[in-house]
């Protein structure tokens, strides 16, 4: 450890897709944050407050080249290239949301640079984990 902080945002105008009419823009901050190197903070931003969704920054790369993840967040590349879809599920629904590929592999390339693929672990501190979740209990 003992590496200095260092994060990395980005504001992208996603669109909601919504049946038979086009997508409507939700404004969405995308961090990243050293703290928590595997992970991608999605905040959606809506007429009803703010929504947060992490998921790893793995699966965003992923998402850009191909369908990827199995759970609550599917990332994939669209018919059309200059789009990436995001599927997310909630117990509540569910939402198609398309967003621009050139602002997320921007975003995700500055990811990079604060922390390297294959760095994480010199960046994540295993340690304080296990204590929140000793103290969870």
């Known amino acids: 450890m003992g590496n200095e902080h260092r994060s990395a945002s980005a504001e992208v105008v996603f669109g909601l897709r919504t049946f038979g009419a086009n997508p409507l823009p939700v404004r969405v901050e995308l961090e990243y944050d050293s703290d928590d190197p595997y992970a991608v903070v999605a905040a959606f931003h809506s007429g009803r407050g703010t929504v947060r969704w992490m998921f790893s920054r793995d699966l965003l790369a992923d998402g ?19 789009k990436i879809i995001f599927e997310l599920e909630a117990p509540d629904g569910a939402a198609v949301l398309e967003a621009p590929a050139q602002e997320l592999a921007a975003f995700l390339d500055r990811s990079y640079e604060q922390v390297p693929g294959g760095d994480e672990p010199e960046w994540f501190d295993f340690e304080a984990e296990i204590a929140k979740l000793a103290f969870r209990s």
């Open 64 to 82: 850009l080249l191909a369908p990827s993840g199995d759970g609550d967040v599917r990332i994939s590349p669209g018919a059309d290239a200059s």
